[in-house]
Structure formats: C-alpha cells, structure tokens
C-alpha cells in the first residue's frame, strides 16, 4: 500500500476525532494540537487497527507523536 | 494608572527558575488546594481513630458505618483469626526480615500456601507480600520479550505496572468487549506467546466479566489466561472461588491471582496455577524474591481466614441480599448507578462532577458513613464514583440506615431531588 493511501485514509478516519479542525500535517502533535486524552487514543487506534487489519501495540503507540510517524508506522504495519 | 506601577522594575526570571522535578504536579496541587479551600474534609486523609467491628469506626470523630473498606466477609475480627495472628506473633516472633527464598519462609508460609491450594483445588500457590506484587509479579516475568499481553483497558493499576515493568508487547482493548478482543488475538502473530488478562470483578463499577466467552475465546487462540480475582474471593461462586466459578470455566484458566486484603482480612497476595513448571516462579520472579516475606502473624491469619471463607455459604447468602437490597434502593431515590443490576458487593453510584462528588462525600461522613471517593485518573471514562463496598457483618437494619443517610446527603447536595 503507498503512503498517500494510507496518509487518505488516516485522514477520513481522524475526522470525527478532530473535534477543532485542526489542519494535519506530517508535524501535528495527537497530544499537543489535537489534544487527544488516553481514551480518544483507543478509540482513534482501534479505528485505525480495524481499517487496516493491525496490532498498534502501546509499546509502538509510545513511539508515535506526530501524524506523519503514524502514517509512517502504519504503512510499514501493514506491510508486514 | 501607568502601567509602570503593574510591571515594576525587576531582573528578567530566568527560565526554568523554580521548577523543579515536582513542577510535574503542580497541576495536581492545584487542584486539590482547591477542593480544601472550598472547606471540604480532604477525601484522601481521613483517619480511623478507633476500629469498633467490620462495619463500625471513628472517623475524624465520629462513630461510622464502615461502606468502603472491601472488607467483604468482615473476617478481620473473626476470634478464631485474631487468635491465630496472636500465637503466631508469639511463637514466631514480629518478622521474617528475609525473602521468600532465603530466610523468609516460615511453616505458616506453606501452611498459608496448603490453604490456598485447598481453597481452589490447585496445584500450585505462590504467597506474595501485597496482592499489588502478584500482578507486577506474575504478569512482568512470564510475558517476556516478543510476547503479547492482551488486556482490558479498565485493569487494576497493578496489572499495568506488571506489563510496565515487563518487556511484552501490550495490546489492550475496550472493556468488556469480546469482539474487539478476539480481533486483536487474530491478528498477533501465530507463533507469539500470548497473554490475556482479565478480571473477575472490575473494582470501579462493580460490573463482572464475561468470563465463560472470554476464556473461550483466549483460548481458540492459544493464550495463557491470567484472571485477577481480588473483589471476588470468598464472595462470588458456590465455594467462593470467584467469577471463574460461577463462569465454569476455573479449569481453563491457567493463572488466578489474589489479595487477602479484601475477603481474606489482613494483606498479602497470591497466585494458583496448575502448571506443571509453576514452582519455577519462586527462582525466577524478581516483586518475590526481592523483598521480604509476610509477617508470621499475617500468613495465621490468612490462613485460617482461607480455611473458615470455604464454608462461608451463610455470608455469602447474607452478603447478596445486602448488595440488592442497596442496589435496589439507591435506584429507587434516583441515584445513577454502575450497573442495572447487582453483579459483585461493589456498588458504585455515579456523581455528576468532582465537587460535587467530593461535597456528597463529606456530606455522607457527616451522617456518619464511609464511602470511597475515587476520582479520575483511577477511574473509567473520567468519572467521579462514589463506591460502596458492602460487608457480609452489615445487618439488614444499618444497609436501611445507609439508604436513609444517602436520601439525605444527597438532597441536602442537590444530588437527587
């Protein structure tokens, strides 16, 4: 699968998280610009687990800060 | 005004200047200086001056009922108990000053153990100082690198210090969710040890799992299933062996871990397994060999604790009636409770916000109950809870008198109307 597929369909799914229209770029922060709490990140990941069939383990999720890394992370994930 | 008199002259702060690594909580302090000075008592500093029975003490100076103490089977003043606490204390002295596997093993270490295996019908027991360093335990040291944990988002601190402390992956899901479980189970790899997690009981909405599904499920899978049973020993299932009983599914599990700080009435924990290399856990498992073992007069205690809990049909009997007659009560004033019906002693009533919840609080003290606060980050979905936690020695006549005191704490709080 090529990035911009993945980076798509993150996008549609990020939405309803979304709750102030950010803009999203490879640099916004989920804590910092989306200000999402613990339990907006299981629903977000499980969202994204489901969409592309994957494990997103919490050790993986520690790694993760910014957009563009989740996009990264994802495309390699479902690779594999 | 000029502006000159609100910005006096004064050297530029350096950054950083008065931060600390406590600066981290300062949130934290804010908060809770906010909540005393609204001249609230502080939720989280009350004192027992005086324990009368299971169900009774001063607090702060007041006679209480006792409605948040998980004091389930009320066996801390059991005579037969406090008796063997006592002749244990003087035969074998304050402390083992020593770990399980050098000096700290007494005979009322294994005898405690022998109770245990008894008590579930196991091969195996593991005694472990706080029921907390049995999850840490159990949980960090079998599921190693490359393996996976699967658990429930709600756990028990303890089971997330254990996969903390371990180095597995750690896959958690919704609560209670058997399909968002079973997905991530397919979807690790095959060849990947797995470890699932649950509880009997979830000590926040006293809600139970589905065991009998979930253990199923884990189990078409390949994984080890570990159940933490701690608010339900002694309680729940026609032995008091917990969820597990209740569910039939005790011979599919192949870990149940535990607390005697609960039914068992003193402290400690455990955990029984019929695995045939458990013993090698003892070698191998860092919260229990590094820290010193029981007391000899906590591991009397709980035995006989463990023994007398296996024929405590009668308060169990008692407790249940307890639990629906405050479940059904509290509903009928209008309160918002955990679950739609009674499922463990644990009824926990949902308060609309935090001063609100920590106002109902004090205001239930002031009647002269006790009852936890718990407050986020402990609790699910951010709630404020007030959670009782009922007791087998509660009399009909006082779980009467614990529904009046809420009537009236919680319309002079503006709670219910």
């Known amino acids: 699968m090529d990035r911009a597929e993945v980076d798509s369909r993150i996008r549609s799914l990020i939405e309803p998280f979304n709750k102030k229209g950010v803009t999203i770029t490879d640099d916004t922060t989920f804590a910092g610009d989306l200000e999402f709490d613990s339990l907006t990140v299981m629903d977000f990941v499980a969202a994204i687990e489901d969409e592309f069939d994957i494990i997103i383990s919490m050790n993986q999720q520690a790694e993760i800060e910014k957009y563009g890394q989740l996009v990264d992370a994802v495309c390699k994930l479902a690779d594999d | ?417």
């Open chain 2, 1 to 417: 005004m000029s502006e000159g008199i609100s910005q006096p002259d004064q050297p530029e702060p350096h950054p950083g200047e008065g931060k600390d690594l406590f600066s981290k909580f300062d949130s934290l302090i804010g908060q809770r200086q906010a909540l005393l000075d609204s001249g609230l008592e502080d939720p989280f500093n009350l004192v027992m001056e005086k324990v009368l029975s299971p169900t009774r003490a001063i607090c702060n100076g007041r006679e209480t009922i006792l409605l948040g103490t998980y004091n389930y089977m009320g066996m801390t003043f059991d005579p037969e108990v406090v008796a063997a606490g006592q002749k244990a204390l003087a035969d074998f002295g304050s402390g083992t000053t020593g770990s399980r596997v050098l000096n700290g093993t007494y005979q009322g270490h294994r005898e405690c153990e022998d109770a245990l295996r008894e008590f579930y019908g196991m091969d195996h027991a593991m005694v472990f100082s706080t029921g907390y360093q049995a999850n840490l335990g159990i949980i960090s040291t079998i599921a190693g690198k490359g393996d996976y944990v699967v658990l429930d988002i709600d756990s028990h601190a303890s089971i997330w210090d254990g996969c903390a402390l371990g180095n597995a992956e750690i896959v958690p899901f919704k609560h209670n969710d058997m399909e968002a479980m079973e997905k991530r189970l397919r979807r690790i790899p095959e060849e990947a040890g797995k470890l699932v997690v649950l509880e009997g009981v979830y000590s926040m909405l006293g809600d139970i799992a589905p065991l009998k599904e979930m253990v199923a499920v884990a189990k078409k899978y390949g994984a080890m299933v570990l159940v933490d049973e701690a608010h339900s020993m002694g309680f729940i299932g026609e032995n008091g062996r917990g969820v597990v009983e209740t569910a039939g599914v005790i011979d599919d599990v192949d870990f149940i871990i535990g607390t005697f700080s609960k039914s068992v009435g003193t402290v400690g924990g455990f955990c029984v397994s019929n695995h045939p290399k458990f013993e090698i856990m003892r070698l191998v498992c860092r919260p229990y060999v590094f820290t010193a073992s029981l007391p000899p007069s906590v591991v009397a205690t709980a035995a006989t604790s463990i023994r007398k809990l296996m024929h405590g049909s009668n308060k169990r009997a008692h407790l249940w009636e307890n639990s629906r007659t405050l479940h059904a009560g509290l509903k009928e004033l209008g309160f918002q409770l955990g679950t739609d019906t009674p499922e463990s002693a644990i009824i926990a009533v949902i308060m609309p916000d935090l001063e609100r919840g920590a106002a109902m609080w004090e205001a239930l003290l002031k009647e002269g109950l006790y009852v936890n606060l718990a407050r986020p980050p402990a609790t699910p979905a951010n709630m404020t809870l007030l959670r009782c936690s009922l007791c087998a020695e509660h009399s009909s006549e006082q779980v009467e008198t614990i529904l009046d005191m809420f009537e009236r704490a919680g319309k002079a709080t503006g709670i219910i109307g």
